[in-house]
């Protein structure tokens, strides 16, 4: 299976508790780390792939080499092989060290690379994965997944975000645990409903 988020910034103390950006009710990042890791292993299973957009990690421990080593370990706990475009937060020298450390799962390596975007066909749909939100115009049968705003929403019915604090999960009947990765069958729901509550309001 296949199954997208964006925005899990594990190591960073910054979002913990009520922020601008998010709303993550953990006392430190180790909790908040193991609570993703528990959360997603749930649902992705060794064989799955996930596509991450953008921001894996923020933290700032020195030399750097240490910080990318802290990030690699908790990657290497997670199921399923990992297809990562890169966000702001995303240093080309944290890809190379895991590039540089990558391995092979399902005989395909745990991690790719991607510096902007990719797009995933699916379904007579075309689904533009980006870390940034883009404005596509008129573009019916084009879905633009990504993350970057957190819990904030892009007033687009063709803007889906996929992140970890997406306010859009509540267009799904059931609630993903935080954390969790979003499966197509639940993208899908998502596009659906938010067509019709933005049909709606026009």
């Given amino acids: 299976m296949n199954f997208f988020t964006a925005d899990t910034h594990f ?3 910054h979002l913990l508790g009520k922020t601008d950006f998010a709303d993550r009710q953990y006392l430190t990042v180790a909790q908040m780390n193991e609570t993703i890791i528990a959360n997603w292993n749930e649902v992705v299973l060794p064989t799955d792939t996930v596509y ?5 990690a923020v933290h700032f421990v020195r030399p750097e080499k240490r910080a990318h080593q802290d990030i690699l370990e908790v ?3 997670l199921n399923g092989n990992l297809v990562f475009i890169k966000g702001n937060h995303d240093s080309r020298a944290l890809f190379k060290y895991l590039d540089k450390n990558n391995y092979e799962v399902n005989g395909r390596p745990k991690f790719s690379f991607h510096d902007v975007g990719v797009l995933f066909k699916y379904d007579h749909r075309q689904y533009y994965l980006t ?3 883009l404005m596509l115009g008129i573009a019916p049968k084009i879905i633009n997944l990504h993350g970057h705003i957190h819990h ?3 007033n687009v019915k063709e803007n889906i ?3 970890l604090d997406s306010p859009e999960v509540d267009y799904l009947k059931e609630k993903p645990a935080f954390g969790q990765p979003l499966s197509l069958e639940q993208v899908t729901q998502i596009i659906a409903a938010k067509r019709d509550d933005y049909l709606k309001r026009r």
Wanted: aromatic share 16%.
């Fill in 11 to 13: 190591f960073d103390k």
């Fill in 52 to 56: 991450h957009l953008g921001d894996i």
């Fill in 75 to 77: 990657l290497q706990r």
């Fill in 131 to 133: 870390h940034y939100p």
């Fill in 152 to 154: 904030y929403a892009v």
């Fill in 161 to 163: 975000n996929v992140g």
